[in-house]
């Protein structure tokens, strides 16, 4: 599947070929019978092909996904003209970044390390980055109180959900200060521990074998923090690769503080992410009991990890649900879930070259 959204050409399908004509990228991307595995799609499995025809001046960049091939003639076209051709893997994790002369992401990062170096600015989008993630936490808790048929536990959730609220209300009346940043911070970190004190409210199955108190990250403590850590690992992966395909330094971020080592751009993007894609697959994949207690072991010192093959269960289930569509409530245009954080990273980049006003989270509806 080819797909042109925001000026980058997103090449979803393996084994797509990318030539070129004059001016025009000629773009042949393969397609297979519908039940074929992924493992068994080869060039002598292809049932037909389609075919698409992109002048080049249309094009900001192009996202191969999996093992695709651009000619020497097409890549010497995307040179000329700035477009830069980012190579991943078909999870999309980011592989290679080829750019010409005329590539901008030099003057994109100088912005964005001026951005990051000014305290109002930094504020300006953490609060959009901490509101998102706060009504995305806020929607789950909401679908969790409709789902249940205990109403003590629906009342705790409504009272979480309402303080929720109050902190989104809390951020939507700026106080500038010097500690401005720090008090979003403290917002979030508010929000955090509320949505976290009811999560094990939203659980319909297997509440012994995952029971939950507290958020515990290095090392885990208990199943379903190990779960979560593990989601939360791979969003991670996606939002560098999306940030790196951009040109945007994944290490220098606004929310997050800078520290040696630390994706701290790519830790605000994933923030968003959290509630709707990370904890909502862990809670199926839980309640539809997918993921059970024999995918743990328990170490010395109580560190629970995954079996081998409880990561190949979670990763198949995670790369499944990338496939699922939504539709994105600013572009209005249908994608895969897959998709998400390269359209935010792209939206953030606009927003630091001057093109939107704000920063726009991703709420879904």
């Given at each position: 599947m080819a797909d042109l959204q925001q000026n980058t050409l997103y090449l979803l399908t393996p084994g797509s070929y990318v030539s070129r004509d004059h001016l025009t990228l000629q773009v042949e991307v393969p397609v297979y019978p519908a039940d074929l595995p992924a493992s068994e799609r080869r060039r002598d499995t292809v049932i037909d092909t389609r075919k698409l025809s992109i002048p080049i001046h249309h094009l900001e960049s192009i996202c191969l996904f999996g093992p695709s091939t651009v000619s020497p003639p097409a890549m010497d076209l995307?040179?000329?003209?700035?477009?830069?051709?980012?190579?991943?893997?078909?999870?999309?994790?980011?592989?290679?970044?080829?750019?010409?002369?005329?590539?901008?992401?030099?003057?994109?990062?100088?912005?964005?390390?001026?951005?990051?170096?000014?305290?109002?600015?930094?504020?300006?989008?953490?609060?959009?980055?901490?509101a998102g993630k706060i009504q995305n936490s806020r929607n789950?808790?909401?679908?969790?109180?409709?789902?249940?048929?205990?109403?003590?536990?629906?009342?705790?959730?409504?009272?979480?959900?309402?303080?929720?609220?109050?902190?989104?209300?809390?951020?939507?009346?700026?106080?500038?200060?010097?500690?401005?940043?720090?008090?979003?911070?403290?917002?979030?970190?508010?929000?955090?521990?509320?949505?976290?004190?009811?999560?094990?409210?939203?659980?319909?199955?297997?509440?012994?074998?995952?029971?939950?108190?507290?958020?515990?990250?290095?090392?885990?403590?208990?199943?379903i923090n190990c779960l979560l850590s593990f989601l939360y690992a791979l969003v991670r992966h996606d939002c560098v690769a999306a940030l790196t395909s951009l040109g945007l330094d994944p290490f220098v971020g606004f929310l997050h503080a800078d520290r040696p080592?630390?994706?701290?751009?790519?830790?605000?993007?994933?923030?968003?992410?959290?509630?709707?894609?990370?904890?909502?697959?862990?809670?199926?994949?839980?309640?539809?009991?997918?993921?059970?207690?024999?995918?743990?072991?328990?170490?010395?010192?109580?560190?629970?990890?995954?079996?081998?093959?409880?990561?190949?269960?979670?990763?198949?289930?995670?790369?499944?649900?990338?496939?699922?569509?939504?539709?994105h409530p600013l572009l209005e245009q249908n994608l895969r879930l897959g998709q998400m954080p390269f359209v935010q990273a792209r939206i953030l980049a606009r927003h630091l070259r001057g093109d939107l006003p704000q920063y726009l989270p991703l709420v879904p509806k």
């Open positions: 995307c040179w000329e003209h700035g477009v830069a051709v980012n190579f991943l893997s078909e999870s999309g994790r980011f592989q290679a970044r080829m750019t010409g002369v005329a590539d901008t992401s030099v003057t994109l990062r100088r912005t964005q390390f001026r951005a990051a170096d000014d305290p109002r600015k930094c504020a300006a989008i953490a609060r959009q980055i901490v789950s808790l909401l679908r969790a109180a409709r789902e249940s048929n205990n109403a003590s536990e629906r009342n705790e959730l409504q009272n979480v959900i309402d303080a929720l609220a109050r902190q989104i209300q809390y951020l939507a009346d700026p106080q500038p200060s010097e500690s401005e940043l720090d008090a979003i911070r403290g917002a979030e970190g508010m929000a955090a521990q509320l949505y976290f004190s009811v999560l094990a409210l939203t659980l319909k199955q297997q509440r012994d074998a995952f029971s939950f108190t507290t958020r515990s990250r290095r090392p885990p403590r208990d199943r080592n630390r994706p701290s751009l790519a830790l605000d993007l994933m923030e968003e992410f959290r509630p709707w894609l990370a904890d909502r697959l862990a809670i199926t994949l839980i309640n539809r009991q997918q993921v059970t207690s024999g995918n743990f072991v328990e170490r010395e010192g109580g560190v629970v990890e995954f079996t081998e093959a409880g990561r190949r269960l979670v990763i198949q289930a995670y790369q499944e649900r990338k496939q699922d569509d939504l539709t």
